[in-house]
């Protein structure tokens, strides 16, 4: 991502945060310049600002394009800051064990932070060539297979279904088959009226585009030999009778570069960055070997078996 692609959405971060805002205000009227509030417990926009700011800028790219990703950060937050309130209530932070833990977090959240600055790949990488390059190196990740856009009525018949129950399907499909299949019919309008299967029909009868392996067997073939506006049906499978109207194919392809860009970018600095802290990781052992008393080991308590 280039410098101004990460202005734009740390520009995006910004108006979702308000958004956010607004919507909290709304609902719980809370005053402005505050985002969130849980009891007591409050998050000033500023403060969630500076969250944000901590994180990589692929983190923040992928929450600038999904305000709800968004919102469940602020919630996560909101609850840890008021878990944290009511432990600090009850003296919870000064028991010794918990003490020496927080200790330990704090040195992991250093370290973490150091590591995300020390591996974070400058924001010039990828460059352009290098995104060309992988695309090509891993085109078959971004291939898609045929895609078959179509409409169907449906009329259910489970195999359980008994003799005269399966000849009343049988009846309704083939009717619907023929009115389908007449001249200036409305497939839309006979799917909402009569098909059976609830989400499609609402839609006028669109299943969208599938895939041609998740299309059931017995569909597969008699689909495959279809022209865009044919009709075929009725045809039975297991949980009922198919009528099937193609609408568009999409052949075997791969993704343009366009549409996987953002994705392979991501990809890319996480790889990178996972290549550079190994390699300082390793350098720092080579530099300073870890020496390692293994007489002493034996000599440490055995843990306590539980109660």
């Not at 709800?68 to 800051?81: D, H, N, P, Q, S």
Request: glycine content about 6%; aromatic content about 4%; charged content about 30%.
């Amino acid at each position: 991502m280039s410098k101004r692609s990460s202005r734009v959405a740390r520009g995006a971060l910004v108006a979702l945060l308000l958004g956010i805002a607004g919507a909290a205000g709304a609902v719980d009227k809370l005053p402005a310049g505050v985002v969130a509030k849980m009891g007591d417990v409050e998050m000033k926009t500023d403060e969630l600002k500076q969250l944000l700011d901590a994180l990589p800028p692929e983190a923040r790219a992928q929450l600038a394009a999904n305000p709800g990703e968004l919102a469940k950060v602020v919630r996560t937050e909101m609850i840890r800051r008021s878990l944290a309130v009511e432990a600090r209530g009850k003296a919870w932070d000064k028991r010794p064990e918990v003490m020496a833990q927080m200790d330990r977090a704090r040195d992991a959240a250093l370290v973490a932070a150091y590591m995300n600055s020390v591996a974070r790949p400058p924001e010039s990488y990828p460059s352009e060539a290098e995104l060309k390059a992988a695309y090509e190196q891993n085109s078959a990740s971004f291939s898609v297979p045929k895609q078959y856009r179509i409409s169907q009525l449906f009329v259910l018949a489970p195999a359980d279904t008994d003799k005269a129950a399966f000849a009343k399907a049988l009846a309704k499909a083939t009717d619907l088959a023929e009115r389908a299949k007449k001249k200036g019919a409305d497939f839309a309008a006979l799917a909402k009226a009569s098909s059976e299967h609830a989400d499609s029909a609402a839609k006028g009868g669109d299943m969208g585009f599938v895939a041609e392996s998740n299309l059931i067997p017995e569909l597969r073939e008699p689909i495959a030999a279809l022209k865009k506006g044919d009709i075929v049906g009725p045809i039975k499978a297991p949980s009922g009778w198919h009528v099937v109207r193609l609408d568009d194919v999409r052949e075997k392809g791969t993704k343009p570069l366009a549409e996987v860009r953002d994705q392979l970018w991501t990809f890319l600095r996480a790889r990178k960055a996972q290549e550079t802290e190994q390699a300082y990781l390793t350098f720092m052992t080579n530099k300073n070997p870890v020496s390692i008393n293994d007489a002493e080991l034996p000599r440490l308590p055995a843990p306590a078996a539980p109660k």
